[in-house]
């Protein structure tokens, strides 16, 4: 016969688990995305495409202090 204790240690260990992996797999998909962001910002600065709106820029800013 399985111990009570001893069985939910173990059911309780394999669940970290799988939430420990789900985790990282979401910060890898994460770090994807924000790299594919920034190379299409620095293609579109290459092709003189790219332009920096000022006042939404200092706008979000602002906001991001207060």
Known sequence: MIN???QSFVASANLSNTAQ???EGRAEQGQ?????RFSKIEQQI????YKLDLNA???AITEELI
Request: net charge positive; charged share 45%.
């Open 57 to 59: 820029t200092a706008k």
């Open 32 to 36: 994807k995305v924000e790299n594919d």
């Open 4 to 6: 009570p204790v001893k």
């Open 21 to 23: 992996v789900s985790k």
């Open 46 to 49: 290459k092709s003189g495409e």
